[in-house]
């Protein structure tokens, strides 16, 4: 880093940073409502299903503006349409594996196979990061997609719904149709978020932090050899099958794949308010 | 005349590759990362000299990975506050450097890059090289935005999540990288004989002179 020479380049990089600081413990600015598109979602508790002994049981998740719906054919076209090197031809394959974008009819057509509403899939995850990026937003994490997908169209607390796993189970098992359903076409959880379930499977930012060699239907017993810090994982809730089958499909995805039933959607940081007008008040005497 | 020439020389070195001055403890000899830039084309569809994240060295020095283009590279994910298995990877990689035969083992070097941007520092990288005696000549050691590391795993196929000791469990994984940056044999695994990894990196220096016309 250069130094800082000039003192008032200083007092005013200190200022600054002084407010990035207020910033980042700020409070979400109440009354802000969410971008067109997007809803936004609490803050809440995940509870991962794998963790070590030393691991937190529940891990705090901050609210979020997270889109209603996955991004669609419409909503890539445009991405691609503005960055060449995302198209189908020019894309690198370090980027992305053959099968990029392979249902559309050409590089700026996306044909009969792949029509607007549709949500976009056979998308590398850095196609995905790139396209979040391009939006200003961003993949959520794991434990953001994991909460917000845990909370069903009836009961905010949807894991404990069993005919709500049953409904995710019974459409894991059933094969991808030929032709994709479009977006919002079934009922919304109770945040207003569609789709998490029942349409594709979602790219997430982290989807390598999954530390299993294998088949995760099981504890697999994690080679020590191939993980450091490996032997220390264990399944918390067997009974979230759900969960299971998502955490061993992401500990199967290299980031360059592209599936006919993985797409993604983006988040965003609610703003927050900066706190430091706040701590200005004198606090009362003692 | 001694000590003003050595001074104007250092002085010269610095200016030419745009060292801070002001920064105290650089190298005599800089790391692969840190040396001059050579012109070179577009990188190949396949390098991950592709990638546009900025990292830092040991050295203080920002870089792109493209500085490492031209030589065969042997990398390794890590963090210096590894308990298990980073120890053995770096062991895995210095029998690696020691099993090179002359003459090949001066044309390939070897960078590790951290898991942890936020304890991995340039001050603890530079410790963590003089700890495990990581010679300026061939070693890079680098740290990343935690996007650009997860990034930099994502295209190694490397998995890593950090537990709540600050520890990081990840894949141990040994990847070669041509002159070019391209994915050439991966490793996965400790302890491992270095046979394999020598004979590759024989072929990727010997194959561009083949071709050479």
New interface residues.
């Given amino acids: ?3 800082i020479r000039h003192p008032v380049t200083a007092v005013i990089a200190f200022l600054l940073m002084a407010a990035a600081v207020a910033l980042d413990a700020g409070e979400p600015a109440p009354g802000k409502s969410a971008p067109a598109g997007m809803v936004s979602v609490p803050a809440g508790i995940y509870r991962p299903l794998f963790r ?1 002994p ?3 049981r529940e891990v705090p998740v901050k609210a979020l503006w997270l889109e209603e719906a996955p991004v669609t054919n419409t909503d890539f076209l445009e991405f691609v349409r503005q960055n060449p090197q995302w198209r189908r031809s020019r894309v ?4 992305a594996d053959s099968g990029y974008l392979r249902h559309w009819a050409g590089d700026l057509d996306p044909g009969p196979g792949a029509t607007d509403l549709q949500p976009v899939v056979d998308v590398s ?2 196609a995905a ?1 790139a396209y979040a990026t391009w939006k200003g937003r961003r993949l959520l994490t794991t434990a953001e997609w994991e909460l917000a997908a845990s909370i069903g169209p009836d009961h905010r607390a949807g894991t404990n719904d069993p005919g709500f796993l049953r409904a995710i189970q019974h459409w894991y098992v059933t094969p991808t149709p030929a032709v994709l359903p479009v977006v919002k076409t079934r009922r919304p959880n109770l945040d207003g978020v569609h789709d998490l379930h029942g349409l594709i499977w979602e790219w997430t ?7 299993v060699s294998g088949d995760a239907r099981g504890d697999t017993g994690l ?1 020590r ?6 032997g ?2 264990g399944a918390t809730d067997r009974s979230n099958f759900p969960a299971f089958m998502r955490f061993g499909f992401r ?1 199967s995805l ?3 794949y592209t599936l006919p039933n993985l797409g993604f959607r983006c988040a965003l940081d609610v703003p927050v308010t900066p706190v430091a007008s706040v701590t200005l008040t004198p606090s009362p005497a003692p | 005349m001694k000590f003003p020439l050595s001074c104007i020389t250092v002085l010269a070195a610095s200016l030419l590759l745009g060292a ?1 001055p ?1 920064s105290p403890s650089l190298p005599k000899i800089l790391p692969p990362c840190c040396r001059e830039l050579k012109p070179a084309g577009p990188p190949t ?4 000299y ?1 990638l546009d994240s900025e990292w830092t060295s040991d050295v ?1 020095r920002k870089v792109k990975l493209g500085v490492l283009r031209g030589r065969p590279q042997v990398l390794a994910m890590f963090f210096t506050h ?1 308990e ?3 120890p053995i990877i770096l062991n895995d990689l210095q029998r690696l450097q020691k099993a090179l035969p002359d003459g090949l083992r001066e044309q390939v070097d070897f960078v590790l890059v951290s898991f942890d941007p936020e304890r991995d520092t340039p001050e603890s990288l530079r410790a963590y090289r003089e700890k495990s005696q990581l010679g300026a000549d061939h070693w890079t050691l680098l740290s990343g935005r935690p996007d650009d590391v ?2 930099l ?3 190694l ?5 950090k ?3 600050g ?6 994984m040994i990847t070669l990288l041509n002159a070019e940056g391209e994915i050439i044999r991966q490793q ?4 491992q004989e270095p046979k394999e990894l020598v004979a590759a990196l024989k072929q990727s220096v010997l194959e561009p002179q083949r071709n050479r016309p």
């Fill in positions: 880093m250069r130094l070590g030393d691991d937190l690198a394959r370090l980027f995850w850095f990061k930012a982290d989807f390598n932090s999954a530390l080679d050899q191939l993980f450091c810090g490996a220390s994982l500990s290299k980031a360059s | 801070d002001a569809d396949k390098s991950l592709q203080g590894c298990y298995a980073c997860r990034e795993a994502a295209l196929g490397i998995n890593y999540m537990d709540a000791r520890q990081f469990a990840h894949s141990n996965i695994g400790l302890n």
